[in-house]
C-alpha cells in the first residue's frame, strides 16, 4: 500500500515542479516573441545547478537564467509583456514585488513566489529598454526565513572574506 501512495507524491511533486519550469519557459518564450529575439547563451550555465545541488549557497537548490541584451525597445510597451506575465504565472504564484519606473525610459521588475511542498519557488523579471532578464530559483525555506531575520549576517556569510557585522 505505500509503494503507490510514495509513487502517487512523487509524480505530483514531478507535476508541480515541470509546471514551475514550463512557467519560466513561457515567461522566456513571451519576451523573445515580443523582441524577436532569443536569450544570450551563457557558457557552462549547467554547471550552476550541479555546484548549486551540492554546496546550496543561501539556500537555492536550483537556477535557471534567461538573459535578454541589445533589445531594441522602440515600438515595444513593457507593461504589454509584463501584462503577459502575470497572465501566464496566473493564480498559482504569489505577486512579492512589482515595480514599475519610468526615469530611465520604461523599467519594470515583477517577483513572484510560490511554495511548493517543503521548498519555495521564485520568479524574478526585469524589462528595461534594451535589456530582459529572467531568473528561476528553487530556495529552501528555512535559508529564505534567515535572511529575512538577519539579512546583513546573512549576506556577509555568502561572501567569502567579508566579515562585516552590524
Not at 19 to 48: N, W
Request: proline content about 6%.
Amino acid at each position: 500500500m505505500r509503494a503507490p501512495v510514495i509513487l502517487l507524491a512523487f509524480t505530483l511533486c514531478g507535476l508541480a515542479a515541470s509546471a514551475a519550469d514550463r512557467d519560466f519557459k513561457e515567461i522566456v518564450r513571451a519576451i523573445a516573441d515580443e523582441y524577436h529575439t532569443q536569450p544570450t547563451q551563457i557558457p557552462m550555465s549547467g554547471l550552476v545547478n550541479a555546484v548549486l545541488f551540492v554546496t546550496r549557497p543561501g539556500g537555492a537548490k536550483q537556477l535557471d537564467l534567461a538573459v535578454f541584451e541589445n533589445l531594441n525597445g522602440e515600438g515595444h510597451d513593457g507593461a504589454k509583456v509584463a501584462s503577459r506575465i502575470r497572465g501566464i504565472v496566473g493564480t498559482s504564484w504569489r505577486p512579492f514585488v512589482e515595480v514599475r519606473s519610468r526615469r530611465k525610459g520604461d523599467e519594470i521588475t515583477l517577483i513572484y513566489v510560490r511554495p511548493e511542498g517543503r521548498e519555495f519557488r521564485m520568479i524574478v523579471a526585469t524589462i528595461e529598454h534594451n535589456e530582459a532578464t529572467v531568473v528561476h530559483l528553487k530556495l529552501d525555506p528555512s535559508a529564505i526565513r534567515r535572511w529575512m531575520d538577519h539579512p546583513v549576517d546573512e549576506a556577509s556569510e555568502s561572501i567569502p572574506g567579508d566579515d562585516r557585522r552590524p
